[in-house]
């Protein structure tokens, strides 16, 4: 068949395949641990999967509602009044999306034209760069301090220019496991006042913090609420990543927006997951009990590697652990990870990838959102090199 390459131009040329994609076939190929790429290696609560099962079996199975189902979108109003004590409409402030990398896009699609500025903190989630490049936006990165993964947000006031779009943010963050602080979150506030910057907040660890910490939503803060896209995951929540069912929340004039481009781009997602989901939301300690699950998880495996050669801080939120090999080797991290899926057999992300200019601190990514024994065997692996 000939090939068609006539004047043919990508929009996104310098965009290589997914470092999460790289480490899960590395891994498959080597036989390896993967604690790359963030999923469950455990079951979802057979409860939730009956109640799919169910919905299927009772005729479920077309187009759901563009926005999503109504029962499901009332579940999540009454869960976000419930820990934050805001109001979201359900008929036109919360729209159901198919997982929220989607949502994501969707947002970014709505709000960006050619030459608009995205500011993004750095490390950052691997979709955003692109999805604002592929509209013609600007990313305007910041580069969190590599060491404490604090924001001096003196320092993201003067990225502001007349030509600022938007601003995405991600609290609990992917990947460091750092979590945003109520002072952040007014310094950000106040920093966009007066402004018709909108926000995105990327939010869809909400449930995944630690050590009796408290998760700031954007919709906490009257300034931010105002103009934000708020991202959530049941993928995250609910220990089904497959199932790719999450949610957007925001004022109904953006939510408007959003939902013209929602419509064109995948309409309507999975109608009895939709139907499972609104059931199960109406118990909260489905997903109140989260945080404790995975600290948990967190502690056994830090406990299990404490006398590697690895340094870390433990991780304040996600499930996802930082492990610094500074004083193990002077590879770069790409080259580490590499190593450590072929001759150790232990999968990892390294954190470059995410980095400006793929700035190097000798940082690895592991997931433990992982059975116990997974977890043992990989301290092992690790205590080992």
Not at 13 to 24: C, Q
Not at 43 to 49: A, C, G, N, Y
Request: hydrophobic share 40%.
């Amino acid at each position: 068949m000939p090939t068609y390459n006539s004047h043919f131009q990508s929009k996104l040329p310098n965009v290589p395949t997914s470092i999460f994609s790289v480490m899960s076939a590395l891994a498959a190929e080597h036989n390896a641990l993967n604690l790359s790429q963030g999923f469950p290696d455990f079951k979802s609560d057979t409860t939730l999967i009956e109640l799919v099962n169910k919905a299927m079996l009772n005729g479920k199975n077309q187009y759901a509602p563009m926005p999503g189902i109504l029962d499901l979108r009332t579940e999540i109003s009454k869960k976000v009044a419930s820990l934050y004590g805001v109001s979201y409409h359900p008929e036109t402030e919360i729209t159901i999306t198919a997982g929220a990398t989607q949502a994501i896009f969707t947002a970014i699609a709505t709000c960006i034209k050619p030459a608009d500025e995205v500011i993004i903190f750095k490390p950052a989630y691997d979709s955003y760069e692109p999805s604002i490049e592929v509209f013609g936006g600007k990313v305007i990165p910041y580069q969190i301090d590599p060491e404490t993964f604090e924001i001096d947000w003196n320092e993201v006031k003067k990225l502001i220019t007349s030509k600022t779009k938007m601003v995405i943010i991600n609290t609990p963050h992917n990947p460091s496991g750092q979590i945003l602080s109520k002072n952040d979150m007014q310094q950000l506030a106040a920093i966009l006042k007066d402004t018709n910057i909108v926000l995105l907040s990327d939010e869809v660890y909400e449930h995944i913090i630690f050590d009796e910490a408290q998760h700031q939503s954007a919709c906490l803060f009257p300034e931010l609420a105002e103009r934000s896209f708020i991202i959530a995951s049941f993928g995250k929540t609910f220990h089904n990543t497959g199932w790719k069912v999450g949610y957007c929340l925001a004022p109904s004039a953006l939510m408007e927006e959003f939902r013209k481009v929602h419509q064109f781009n995948v309409f309507s997602v999975n109608h009895p997951t939709q139907v499972a989901l609104a059931a199960y939301l109406k118990t909260p300690n489905n997903y109140l009990e989260l945080g404790n699950f995975y600290q948990q998880k967190r502690d056994l495996f830090l406990s299990l590697i404490k006398d590697s050669k690895f340094e870390f801080t433990p991780s304040k939120g996600t499930y996802f652990q930082l492990l610094n090999f500074k004083k193990m080797t002077s590879e770069g991290d790409f080259d580490f990870a590499k190593r450590l899926t072929k001759e150790h057999k232990i999968a990892s992300i390294p954190i470059s990838v995410f980095n400006q200019h793929n700035l190097d601190t000798k940082v690895l990514r592991f997931c433990f959102a992982k059975t116990d024994e997974t977890l043992k065997k990989a301290a092992e692996i690790l205590c080992k090199i």
